[in-house]
């Protein structure tokens, strides 16, 4: 009797590459806001803190952020069904939900500044220098996940996907996903730790 060795087939091995490389990548944004959120903490304890309010608006931009979340789940599984049409509906919702995240942020910060709250010179104070930064390096890789938005959007259009052509989308609802946890996070951190 001839046994055959089959070597196991790991993990990583039947993950697709570029779902591998959004991991790792997602792995290293949290530690970059895991090292902003601890020295906000540190900072803070050093005194010379200003306490100011959120503006009510990052309470609209975290619902939308959420929805979105949703939509987009609604379009990979609509894709997994087949079902461009809903595809094509539940992306241009997710895209249009992102865009009103990055308008609410604005019109957030622009509150903010009006009310004194600026990020440098002789008028900052660290709260707000770190409100900026944290919420800017969000925004920052919102943009990123906008831009895959768009592309997934454009697919949609073009009945892309399917039940067997889907990773892009996976790999984009992933993001957006990880998106949205990160800023719940961040705006729950922002909102209690004062």
């Known amino acids: 009797m001839e046994l055959k060795v089959v070597a196991p087939e790991t993990e990583y091995q039947r993950m697709p590459s570029t779902k591998l490389l959004l991991l790792i990548a997602m792995g290293s944004m949290v530690m970059l806001f ?25 309470w609209v931009s975290t619902t939308m952020i959420v929805i979105s979340s949703i939509t987009i789940q609604w379009a990979y599984k609509a894709a997994k069904a087949n079902n461009s049409a809903a595809v094509l509906q539940a992306s241009f919702i997710t895209t249009v939900l992102g865009f009103g995240f990055l308008i609410c942020q604005y ?4 509150k903010l500044y009006s009310q004194g709250i600026v990020f440098g010179g002789a008028q900052s104070n660290p709260a707000g220098s770190f409100m900026y930064v944290i919420t800017g390096l969000h925004v920052a890789h919102l943009i990123g996940g906008l831009i895959a938005l768009l592309v997934v959007l454009f697919n949609a259009t073009k009945k892309v ?22 800023w719940i996070y961040l705006f729950f951190f922002l909102l209690y730790v004062r």
């Open 34 to 58: 895991a090292g902003m959120t601890s020295a906000y903490l540190v900072r803070q304890a050093e005194g010379n803190w200003l306490l100011f309010e959120l503006p009510k608006l990052f």
């Open 107 to 110: 019109f957030a910060w622009s």
């Open 161 to 182: 996907y399917s039940s067997t052509h889907c990773q892009g989308l996976q790999n984009c609802a992933i993001y957006w996903h990880f998106l949205t946890g990160l």
